[in-house]
Structures are given as C-alpha cells and as structure tokens.
C-alpha cells in the first residue's frame, strides 16, 4: 500500500515538472495573454508564489521556477531513497 503512495507521489511531482517546463518555455515564445500561458499560470502560482515572497527581487528575472525545479527535484531524490 505504501508503495502505491510512493508512485502517486511520483507522478505528481514528474506532472508539476512537466507542467513547469512547458510554462517556462512558453514564457519565452507566447504572449502572456495566451490562455494555455494563463491556465498554466493558474495551475503552478500556488507553488512559485511562496517562493517569490521569500526570494529577494531580481529586476526582471525570475528564478522562482528554478528554485521550484531543484526543490521538486531534492523531494524526488528523498522519496526515491525511502523506497
């Protein structure tokens, strides 16, 4: 069973990756007002949001997805040691 758990988690965290990855290129090529730009904008603020507020501000740059990809990556490795 807990096993189960360990996978679920897995593949949520491999999700916000992905989801991540696609937001951040399209940050690069689409406008922000393209609704895909937006809904993924919606979907990743409630984790890049927390990092903002306690990262100080860089001008232009935002290193928040970044941060949000090692932080991901650090409960990946964890969860993947508990196995």
Same mark, same amino acid.
Do not use: C, K
């Given at each position: 069973?807990?096993?189960?758990?360990i996978m679920v988690? +897995?593949?949520?965290?491999?999700?916000?990756? %992905?989801?991540? #990855?696609?937001?951040?290129?399209?940050?690069?090529?689409? &406008? *922000?007002?393209?609704?895909?730009?937006?809904?993924?904008?919606? +979907?990743?603020?409630?984790?890049?949001?927390? %990092?903002?507020? #306690?990262?100080p501000q860089t001008?232009?740059?935002?290193? &928040? *997805?970044?941060?949000?990809?090692?932080?991901?990556?650090?409960?990946?490795?964890?969860?993947?040691?508990?196995?």
């Open positions: 069973m807990s096993e189960f758990f988690a +897995l593949i949520v965290i491999r999700t916000i990756d %992905i989801i991540l #990855l696609v937001y951040v290129l399209m940050s690069w090529f689409v &406008s *922000p007002y393209h609704p895909l730009r937006q809904g993924l904008g919606r +979907l990743l603020e409630p984790f890049l949001a927390p %990092i903002r507020n #306690l990262m001008g232009m740059m935002d290193f &928040s *997805p970044i941060v949000l990809f090692i932080i991901l990556f650090m409960i990946e490795s964890l969860i993947l040691s508990l196995m």
